[in-house]
């Protein structure tokens, strides 16, 4: 945001057109920025154009915002349940409450580190989330495994009484991102993991469904997601599902021709 303002603060809104947009990402590309890192910055600027139309009617027209090219490559990095065991024990207790139920639930880091009590049913096994609270504005309500259900029970167990959140540190307070990320990053390289981020743990819950035989629509539902395109991007089929899909289809062909071989020989005892 510091850097949407600084280039684009001096200008008038009329002035903000295609080419300053442009000069804008050509200066971030110098700077050294990827192409996903420029997006997220391009997608600041389209958030206040949207809501100077929208919400306060200050404009007219959004201008049109090119994003980079190759920045909407598909991430194929989620953990194995050994990869992701090994990084749990790697990480500080505080940290493992978070990180179970983020990959057991799918919920994103803000979610689960603002994670209020009143939102986590532990009766019924539920986590319910109000539409401010969702990136696409909806109610949202889902069911805990049993893996984060036992975390989200230790961590109200033993957290600080006088507190609303689920996880937070002795005065009650709910944990600084920034430390969250320090100490993930500092798990990551005792596990000797690569390449992976704590958002990544979203991918490895749509992954793991996916590969268990949840179907896409329902799996949608479960992260709050109005459609199945950007379920797609989360949900990852491993290689030997792949191969273990190809199986079935060739012994599903084999079942076929003996069947149809045998129906043959039928006719042919039955000819004059």
Not at 174 to 188: G, I, N, T
Not at 199 to 213: E, V
Request: overall charge positive.
């Amino acid at each position: 945001m510091k850097q949407v303002k600084e280039f684009f603060g001096p200008h008038t809104v009329s002035q903000i057109n295609p080419a300053l947009i442009e000069d804008f990402k050509q200066r971030r590309k110098s700077a050294g920025d990827r192409p996903s890192t420029i997006v997220r910055k391009l997608n600041i600027l389209k958030r206040i154009f949207n809501l100077a139309k929208k919400r306060w009617m200050w404009v007219k027209d959004v201008p049109p915002i090119e994003m980079p090219a190759k920045a909407d490559r598909k991430r194929l990095r989620y953990l194995s349940f050994a990869e992701y065991h090994k990084l749990l024990g790697k990480c500080e207790p505080w940290l493992q409450g978070p990180v179970i139920v983020a990959a057991w639930t799918g919920l994103r880091k803000g979610n689960v580190l603002n994670l209020k009590r009143s939102q986590a049913n532990i009766f019924n096994r539920t986590i319910s989330l109000d539409g401010s609270e969702t990136k696409n504005g909806e109610h949202l309500i889902i069911p805990i495994a049993m893996p984060a259900l036992e975390a989200i029970k230790e961590a109200m167990k033993v957290t600080h009484l006088n507190s609303p959140y689920v996880f937070c540190t002795a005065d009650g307070k709910p944990f600084y991102p920034m430390e969250v990320q320090r100490a993930f990053k500092d798990a990551l390289t005792k596990a000797e993991i690569e390449d992976f981020r704590f958002h990544d743990l979203r991918h490895c819950f749509a992954s793991w469904n996916r590969q268990a035989g949840v179907d896409l629509d329902t799996l949608a539902d479960l992260m709050g997601h109005k459609d199945t395109r950007m379920t797609r991007r989360y949900a990852h089929i491993g290689p030997q599902h792949l191969a273990d899909a190809i199986v079935q289809l060739e012994k599903s062909y084999v079942k076929f021709g003996t069947i149809s071989e045998q129906s043959n020989e039928k006719e042919l005892r039955q000819s004059p």
